[in-house]
């Protein structure tokens, strides 16, 4: 995999980015807790996407694989998610025992987000059919690249535990875990830039 396959998303990648990210966390523990109806999580989750990393079609940082095999929507420092977009969509598609817990999940989120610049990964995803192909190292590698060369931080929140081993491949390090009421775990994580050899 060389990052020659590796794209910036223009406008009329948006759609096909967030479809194999929907694809991608379908199976995912918090994704799918918070939208256990598989008809609400098919037809919601594209607008979660856009809601939750839309800044990185705008600023250049949605990358995906050519074929839409993988994306990951990228926020550069100072760049945010849509909270008003994303709070509206969860009155409207989550279920209100669920959305208790969701509040309380969000607040912990917050304590963990480095106070200094840095880069926020919300979303990262490969299509399952063409998973276990190292897709998803050459996307962080991309990313992380431009990081190591500028002296930023990178966090994420890894939504699914199986995962955290593969970003602390990554260099990530793990902060703490995050859960409340009947949410999954999940788990913060930071990395420093890096010096390459």
């Given at each position: 995999?060389?990052?020659?396959?590796?794209?910036?998303?223009?406008?009329?990648?948006?759609?096909?980015?967030?479809?194999?990210?929907?694809?991608?966390?379908?199976?995912?523990?918090?994704?799918?807790?918070?939208?256990?109806?598989?008809?609400?999580?098919?037809?919601?989750?594209?607008?979660?996407?856009?809601?939750?990393?839309?800044?990185?079609?705008?600023?250049?940082?949605?990358?995906?694989?050519?074929?839409?095999?993988?994306a990951a929507l990228w926020l550069p420092p100072g760049?945010?998610?849509?909270?008003?977009?994303?709070?509206?969509?969860?009155?409207?598609?989550?279920?209100?025992?669920?959305?208790?817990?969701?509040?309380?999940?969000?607040?912990?989120?917050?304590?963990?987000?480095?106070?200094?610049?840095?880069?926020?990964?919300?979303?990262?995803?490969?299509?399952?059919?063409?998973?276990?192909?190292?897709?998803?190292?050459?996307?962080?590698?991309?990313?992380?690249?431009?990081?190591?060369?500028?002296?930023?931080?990178?966090?994420?929140?890894?939504?699914?535990?199986?995962?955290?081993?593969?970003?602390?491949?990554?260099?990530?390090?793990?902060?703490?875990?995050?859960?409340?009421?009947?949410?999954?775990?999940?788990?913060?994580?930071?990395?420093?830039?890096?010096?390459?050899?």
């Amino acid at each position: 995999m060389t990052t020659d396959a590796i794209k910036s998303a223009a406008p009329q990648d948006v759609a096909a980015v967030a479809d194999v990210l929907t694809l991608a966390f379908s199976t995912d523990p918090a994704a799918r807790w918070t939208w256990a109806d598989p008809r609400t999580y098919l037809a919601t989750f594209p607008l979660f996407a856009r809601a939750f990393g839309g800044q990185a079609f705008q600023r250049g940082t949605a990358y995906f694989i050519e074929g839409y095999k993988g994306a990951a929507l990228w926020l550069p420092p100072g760049a945010e998610p849509d909270e008003a977009a994303m709070g509206a969509l969860m009155q409207e598609t989550v279920p209100e025992h669920t959305r208790r817990d969701t509040g309380a999940l969000i607040e912990q989120m917050m304590r963990y987000h480095p106070k200094e610049p840095h880069w926020y990964l919300p979303l990262i995803g490969i299509d399952p059919a063409h998973q276990d192909k190292g897709l998803g190292s050459a996307l962080m590698r991309h990313a992380l690249a431009k990081c190591d060369r500028d002296g930023s931080l990178a966090y994420l929140e890894s939504s699914n535990p199986a995962n955290v081993p593969f970003y602390q491949r990554h260099g990530f390090e793990l902060l703490g875990t995050i859960q409340a009421g009947s949410s999954p775990e999940l788990f913060p994580m930071l990395r420093k830039p890096q010096r390459r050899t």
